[in-house]
């Protein structure tokens, strides 16, 4: 990274930094619409890179348990399922023996996917071949390919510091992990 990136870096820490302190200050009566928004924002956002398309409101809606929400089956197990998932590592933020390793991310995996799970499929586990992940305009082309399993460091617990996947960028390893979406596995 440049200069310049470090310094925005810390820029952005900086402004997170000052609205935690003012949101810590709120009352959870002044706060807590806007947290349940970007919730849901966050939950939709993610969901439509991996072509689940739900509207932010109909996130909120499935999120406080309504049941005529008009979105199909798919999408409501694949938002609820995302929103748990996150609501579990949100409820780990301050836990003093969190580790972030593999056993970790397996039991996201199984948050994520096991209302998908199969013996051939399974979920919370590691994929044994080849995975790649599709361009959303051609699903013919592979627009990422993950290092193969000689070279793959995922099989190994990712240190505690790390705040990505190892080898690739968070939204393909969300894809990748959750073996969904735009994902294939090759073989």
């Known amino acids: 990274m440049t200069e310049l990136d470090e310094r925005v870096l810390a820029e952005v820490d900086d402004m997170r930094e000052r609205l935690r302190h003012q949101v810590q200050g709120a009352s959870a009566k002044r706060t807590g619409g806007l947290r349940k928004f970007l919730t849901a924002d966050a939950v939709a956002a993610s969901n439509s890179i991996e072509g689940f398309k739900v509207s932010t409101v109909d996130v909120e809606d499935l999120m406080a348990g309504e049941q005529d929400v008009d979105v199909s089956d798919e999408n409501r197990e694949e938002t609820l399922a995302y929103q748990r998932m996150m609501t579990y590592l949100q409820s ?11 056993g ?13 799970h199969t013996s051939r499929k399974p979920a919370g586990r ?3 071949g080849p995975v790649y992940v599709t361009d959303a305009r051609d699903p013919s082309i592979a627009a990422y390919t993950a290092p193969g399993s000689d070279r793959r460091t995922s099989r190994r617990a990712p240190d505690s510091t790390s705040a990505s996947c190892p080898h690739c960028t968070t939204w393909r390893c969300r894809a990748v992990l959750a073996g969904r979406g735009t994902e294939r596995a090759r073989g």
């Open 92 to 102: 780990l933020h301050d836990a003093p023996d969190f580790r972030f390793d593999k």
């Open 104 to 116: 970790q991310l397996n039991a996201l995996h199984w948050i994520l996917q096991g209302h998908r």
């Open 126 to 128: 590691w994929r044994g």
